[in-house]
């Protein structure tokens, strides 16, 4: 494995990883059982992030971590040249499968949201289209 600015990067003809926040989350969580972090502090989704969950958003089995008792919604928003700058949420497989078709690198954010409490966290970063 190399590890110039470009493997880096991404730039040097490899494969686009995934960037993943499972970590960051399980710390936030962890804080807010111990009392050191206020739900407050973690419960503060946008109110279009609530909006997507609740419209479009992708029904998931995980049990909230902070309030724990709905289930989470999963919002993928998606970044890149050609796109809106305030990203593109999508709601389909089919729009996904329209992204992932297109010439250009893309980045999907993949967002857990509570609609009852707020929460929600970056899941995680994945490489979408130039294909």
Not at 10 to 24: P, W
Not at 28 to 45: P, W
Not at 71 to 90: N, P, R
Request: charged share 25%; aromatic share 4%; glycine share 10%.
């Amino acid at each position: 494995m190399s590890f110039s600015v470009g493997a880096i990067r991404g730039t040097d003809g490899g494969a686009r990883g995934i960037v993943d926040h499972r970590l960051a989350r399980r710390m936030l969580i962890s804080e807010v059982k111990r009392g050191r972090l206020r739900e407050e502090a973690v419960c503060d989704a946008h109110p279009e992030l609530i909006r997507a969950a609740r419209n479009v958003g992708t029904q998931t089995s995980t049990v909230c971590p902070i309030c724990e008792e709905t289930e989470l919604k999963l919002v993928t928003y998606v970044f890149g040249h050609g796109l809106q700058a305030q990203g593109h949420c999508v709601s389909t497989a089919e729009q996904m499968r329209r992204i992932e078709a297109r010439s250009t690198e893309a980045s999907a954010y993949v967002v857990e949201a509570c609609v009852e409490c707020r929460w929600n966290h970056l899941l995680r970063i994945l490489p979408v289209g130039g294909t």
